[in-house]
């Protein structure tokens, strides 16, 4: 098995741990990856705290889902070769999703291969994006669609960081962290609103470790982090060119309503557990859109989902709160069905 990350997560000391981290490694140079809201609230605490950075080449990218390009990384590439980055140089991603995705895949390429850890700054990628040594950037309109599966070399998590980000992107982070209680853990998804913010960030992070270990290449059980997912994916799409688009976080809490729907249909969860779920997702998000979603709009979307094969929709669904399974075929009318009853409660809900 491929050894993962290893996880600190020790808010009063994660600098220390960081500091301890590059004495023993030795690296040649330090480049510090940040957008331009990572640089103003992020960077002056992290060289402030870890002085063996002060001296470390700082590499500012706009910030923004669209700046995950191959344009931006061939920039970057030529931005290491030419402030000499060697094979013993190490890639400090200090961001979000963006900067660890893209950070991880300049790393994993710049000379076959050069060492980097995830600094995050997102709740998103707190618990979720810097974790599991997936990264990659957009391509042709289509999102991840190029990248490599390489781990951090670590994960240095200080909750801190926080404070500064917009509500909006909190409550996008915690969307995933409710999606990886409802297929893993009960007691989580229990507990969740009255749970101290590092401890649902580490337990979240655990969960994914452990999903991560037992399928690093994605091949079987990963794909239930993909619950909520394959709708939620169509909504965001299908969102992006109207006047009301929606973060990834927003569309994935009504794809996991519509799948909770879905496994209800076919009777892999009880009505009590679906009612359980739709209260709990109103009551923490605001789940309505003021477009009309329509299965039509979907469907082109939700065809090329990479979750499909042999012409079928496939998804992963929850058998219980806590439990999920994977590959589970769907028809196009249990979809509608599942979207006739999200757009039938939209009144209701208000
Ligand atoms: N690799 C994975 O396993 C994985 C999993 C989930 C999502 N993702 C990817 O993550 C990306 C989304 O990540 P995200 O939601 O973190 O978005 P993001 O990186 O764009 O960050 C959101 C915004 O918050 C700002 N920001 C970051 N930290 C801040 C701070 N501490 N204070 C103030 N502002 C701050 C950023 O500059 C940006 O404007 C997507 O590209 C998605 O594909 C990857």
Request: charged share 25%.
């Amino acid at each position: 098995m491929e050894k993962l990350a290893p996880l600190t997560f020790i808010k009063s000391n994660t600098f220390d741990e960081l500091s301890k981290f590059l004495k023993t490694k030795n690296y040649s140079s330090y480049f510090i990856l940040c957008d331009e809201n990572t640089l103003a609230h992020c960077l002056p605490t992290l060289i402030t705290k870890c002085k063996l950075l002060t001296d470390a080449e700082i590499i500012e990218i706009e910030s923004g889902e669209e700046n995950k390009q191959l344009e931006i990384v061939a920039n970057i590439w030529q931005t290491l070769i030419d402030f000499n980055a060697d094979k013993n140089s190490l890639l400090i991603n200090l961001g979000g999703g963006v900067i660890t995705d893209l950070g991880g895949f300049v790393a994993s390429t710049f000379k076959r291969g050069i060492d980097f850890i995830n600094i995050p700054t997102t709740l998103l990628a707190m618990a979720d994006a810097s974790v599991g040594g997936k990264n990659g950037i957009d391509f042709a309109n289509i999102k991840n669609v190029v990248g490599t599966i390489t781990q951090p070399k670590a994960i240095f998590i200080y909750d801190n960081f926080l404070s500064t980000l917009p509500q909006r992107q909190y409550s996008n982070g915690l969307a995933e962290v409710y999606k990886i209680a409802l297929i893993a853990n009960k007691k989580l998804w229990q507990n969740l609103s009255e749970k101290r913010e590092a401890k649902i960030i580490e337990t979240s992070v655990g969960l994914k470790q452990k999903i991560v270990a037992k399928d690093v290449h994605d091949k079987g059980l990963r794909k239930i982090l993909n619950f909520g997912h394959t709708l939620g994916h169509a909504i965001e799409s299908f969102l992006l060119n109207t006047e009301n688009p929606l973060l990834h976080g927003e569309a994935v809490v009504i794809g996991m309503l519509l799948e909770s729907h879905i496994a209800f249909q076919k009777k892999m969860i009880t009505k009590e557990i679906f009612i359980e779920i739709e209260t709990v997702l109103c009551t923490h998000f605001n789940i309505e859109i003021k477009e009309k979603l329509g299965f039509e709009n979907l469907k082109p979307i939700i065809s090329n989902d990479k979750k499909n094969s042999s012409n079928k929709i496939r998804m992963a669904l929850i058998t219980d709160i806590g439990a999920c399974t994977f590959d589970v075929e769907v028809t196009e009318k249990q979809i509608i069905n599942a979207l006739n009853y999200f757009e039938g409660n939209a009144t209701k809900r208000n």
